[in-house]
């Protein structure tokens, strides 16, 4: 989101609150040590006493949840509602060093963790520095930072950290353009737009500079990036509402800053090994029966093409009555006898799912009686014909609803099913109440967290530890933690392998462990290319041609090194 008309001057209708004078540092201490430096500065210049009044100020506190992470907390009016939902953090103690400028000597008050320091200028105008090891990193300067009010009365917090001339961004997740960010305008915001534009299924406010830093903007909802192309020399960032929180993470080399990200917001966990071999599946336009699903797996052994799972995608069940988890009794009378057939080939079953149900469902009326399903104001089931006619949408906000729901993959894992592709999870309405008061915005991408959680919880207690997978598409912050992760609806050509293949790089570089990809997806015609994309660099080349007209996976591993890039300094 941009604020500004060029350089100096606001687009008509803001008014925009700095950081002028710093007023007051102080130290923030428990159990005996220092927790936090809070720094409090007036939006202007104070002369005289008089100038207090009638004016508005901006708190500053630095933090550090971990060693080397250094997280910074801009707030103007503290009194709003926190309604939730929260990104999961997983906090390390680190021993901070908190230095005042009667300590220091000089007008500077600095926090220290690990290796990475955050110096604020107490005098003068408004300026920090983040130094790794003497070296500063990025620094946030006099019109950095901004409390935004437009002519609707919203409001809006902006952070700019400063950009070096050979600097490179890479991340904000799963992204279908160039593999720098540089330059670019990018809405945090999940969607359900396939492979070929500016929106995407997993976004993650997390960027990576190979100047030998990474920030992760800790909100669960909407966040506006603008890499270099508001203010060419900056990387501004903002939020709606009235408080923005980041993290500034120390490198120096890029796998450090991932290290040390994931272990902020989750760790991949480790994946059976039958999951890294090929996957074969039907698509959404493949007419199939167990019949024609036998002569897919007899063609791949006749071609001496080894596979590894077997994927029943959309019409397993009936037409109009997604998601009801039952096998459509026309095509599969025998569900259980054909998943045994299967296993007898030493192949695994993974089926797909969402957690949209359709008004025909088995379950929309339980659902609803239950109060499992997401709520409009009124009170009334939220409802669309977007997908599935009159679907609505599962609440996982409400342990009831996650357990309702996982009582049906239970069913089906004891029928002999070992995988859920957890397909959708992006069209999730702001226009609704949700069940533990979670503030919509906020809930939009944080929804894909709590689904791919809830199914892939249900795996690992029913499968054991390892030997979970999902095969999942939305996803967002902490979203490594439940792999795997495919592409989307891609195009079935060559012409966009390149893209898939920067996207890996690109998912790769904010904190995913494992992925996959597809070939001849639904929106082009059917193809016999099958492709490979894996763990950890998603540069795998294709593969060898397979029988099925229809979509094909392979997770295939690589041994690739993830980046290599020289520091560029930031200034």
């Known amino acids: 989101m941009k604020f500004t008309d060029g350089f100096w001057q606001l687009l008509p209708g803001l008014e925009v609150l700095r950081p002028r004078q710093v007023v007051e540092v102080e130290v923030l201490e428990r159990d005996g040590g220092a927790e936090a430096l809070v720094v409090h500065t007036s939006t202007k210049e104070l002369a005289r006493r008089g100038d207090t009044l009638n004016r508005p100020t901006v708190t500053v506190t630095l933090t550090s949840p971990a060693p080397d992470v250094i997280g910074v907390r801009l707030e103007h009016h503290t009194g709003g509602l926190d309604r939730g939902p929260h990104v999961e953090l997983f906090l390390e103690a680190t021993d901070l060093k908190v ?78 353009g160039p593999l720098a960010k540089n330059g670019q305008s990018v809405e945090v915001w999940n969607a359900d737009g396939g492979t070929s534009s500016e929106q995407a299924y997993k976004n993650v406010p997390f960027l990576l500079s190979d100047a030998g830093y990474g920030v992760f903007v800790d909100h669960p909802g909407r966040v506006s990036f603008e890499v270099g192309s508001e203010a060419v020399s900056a990387t501004q960032f903002s939020v709606p509402g009235e408080v923005l929180q980041y993290y500034v993470i120390a490198g120096p080399e890029p796998k450090d800053v991932l290290r040390r990200y994931t272990a902020l917001t989750g760790r991949p966990a480790r994946v059976p090994l039958w999951s890294y071999g090929l996957w074969l599946s039907t698509s959404f336009t493949t007419s199939y029966d167990e019949d024609v699903v036998m002569s897919f797996v007899d063609g791949m052994a006749e071609r001496g093409l080894p596979l590894s799972v077997f994927h029943f995608d959309c019409f397993w069940m009936r037409a109009f009555h997604w998601t009801d988890f039952v096998w459509d009794p026309a095509v599969f009378p025998d569900p259980e006898g054909m998943l045994r057939r299967l296993h007898e080939r030493d192949l695994r079953v993974c089926v797909w799912i969402n957690p949209y149900i359709a008004q025909r469902s088995r379950l929309f009326e339980e659902g609803r009686r239950l109060g499992h399903l997401v709520r409009r104001a009124d009170g009334s089931v939220w409802q669309t014909d977007l997908w599935q006619a009159g679907m609505a949408l599962v609440d996982f906000t409400s342990p ?63 499968r054991g530890e390892g030997e979970a997978v999902v095969f999942a598409r939305s996803a967002t912050a902490g979203g490594q933690q439940f792999p795997v992760h495919w592409g989307g609806d891609c195009e079935s050509r060559t012409r966009p392998w390149p893209s898939r293949c920067a996207v890996g790089c690109r998912c790769r570089r904010r904190g995913l462990g494992t992925g996959a990809t597809t070939s001849a997806a639904s929106r082009a015609p059917p193809t016999r290319g099958c492709s490979s994309a894996g763990s950890p660099s998603a540069s795998c080349p294709p593969t060898a041609a397979c029988t099925a007209p229809a979509a094909t996976g392979c997770r295939g591993w690589s041994t690739r090194s993830l980046w290599r890039s020289p520091a560029a300094s930031p200034s």
Do not use: C
């Open 99 to 176: 230095q005042l400028p009667a300590d220091a000597g000089e007008p500077v008050a600095s926090l220290t963790s690990g290796t990475l320091s955050a110096r604020v200028a107490t005098e003068g105008p408004w300026r920090v520095d983040f130094e790794h090891e003497g070296r500063v990193l990025t620094s946030s300067g006099a019109r950095s930072v901004g409390v935004v009010r437009d002519g609707e009365g919203r409001t809006f917090v902006h952070e700019q950290l400063s950009l070096g001339p050979r600097e490179h961004l890479y991340g904000l997740g799963e992204r279908f």
């Open 400 to 462: 009831a609803a996650q357990e309702w729901f996982s009582g049906y993959l239970r069913e089906l894992l004891g029928q002999g099913v070992d995988a859920f592709k957890t397909d959708f999870g992006e069209r999730i309405p702001t226009d609704v109440v949700w069940h533990d008061g979670s503030d919509p915005e906020r809930m939009h991408n944080h929804y894909a967290q709590l689904y791919n959680r809830t199914v892939f919880e249900v795996l690992r207690e029913e």
